[in-house]
């Protein structure tokens, strides 16, 4: 399962194509095992969301694979409950990032003097 920080090496670089790894398309390419590898090192967001558009680019040219299902997450939530933010998840346990500000009643209070 990948996250909203996904890291697709274990699925897709070269050195998982042998058992046990998880590259079970058998794809191989030098230039988008360098980006994989480029992006697990960086810190700064926005430059390894550009390796991996980069290594995005070069899957969607070579096409190893036919992605066809992706999960879609659906949530209830009661009107009572306030502060909720919907946002994309990655996976089910992420509904509940934002439950800190979460919360049911608000009521007006005076100010201690």
Request: charged share 20%.
């Amino acid at each position: 399962m990948v996250g909203l920080d996904p890291d697709p090496y274990p699925f897709w670089h070269s050195s998982q194509v042998a058992a046990p790894g998880l590259n079970l398309a058998q794809f191989q390419n030098r230039e988008a095992d360098q980006l994989l590898v480029e992006a697990r090192q960086m810190f700064d967001e926005s430059a390894r969301l550009e390796k991996y558009a980069n290594w995005q680019n070069i899957l969607r040219q070579e096409s190893p694979a036919t992605f066809l299902y992706s999960i879609n997450y659906s949530y209830a939530q009661n009107y009572s409950v306030k502060g909720f933010s919907r946002s994309i998840m990655g996976q089910p346990a992420e509904r509940f990032w934002s439950a800190d500000g979460w919360y049911r009643r608000t009521t007006r209070s005076r100010a201690s003097k």
